[in-house]
């Protein structure tokens, strides 16, 4: 799992963060799991490896605006979204719009 998700080892002491620790590890791997399913259905074999690096390549750039003393407008801009990020966002049902304002 770990070669997989690119962890690296982490030590706790106590059983409680030893368990947390342990589910999130299983969560993330059957996360990974789904996600190259949904790619391979879709005939996109990508390792895990290249599909986190291409990812990690996305940049998003927040900008916010004062409207009055409470108010606020917040923009969100993805930039340089590479295809293969659109190709994986369709694939696995994420509906993904870079160009979308939240206020």
Excluded at 12 to 40: N, S
Excluded at 61 to 88: A, S
Aim: with cysteine; hydrophobic share 35%.
């Amino acid at each position: 799992m770990k070669s997989d998700l690119g962890l690296r080892p982490i030590y706790h002491q106590d059983d409680d963060r030893i368990e947390g620790q342990m589910f999130i590890t299983i969560m993330a791997y059957h996360t990974a799991h789904l996600v190259r399913t949904l790619l391979k259905q879709n005939h996109i074999h990508y390792s895990w490896k290249t599909i986190r690096t291409n990812l990690n390549r996305v940049r998003r750039i927040t900008t916010k605006l004062p409207k009055t003393k409470q108010r606020y407008l917040l923009t969100h801009i993805d930039e340089d979204i590479p295809g293969f990020v659109e190709d994986i966002m369709d694939c696995i049902w994420l509906n993904y719009d870079p160009r979308r304002l939240y206020v």
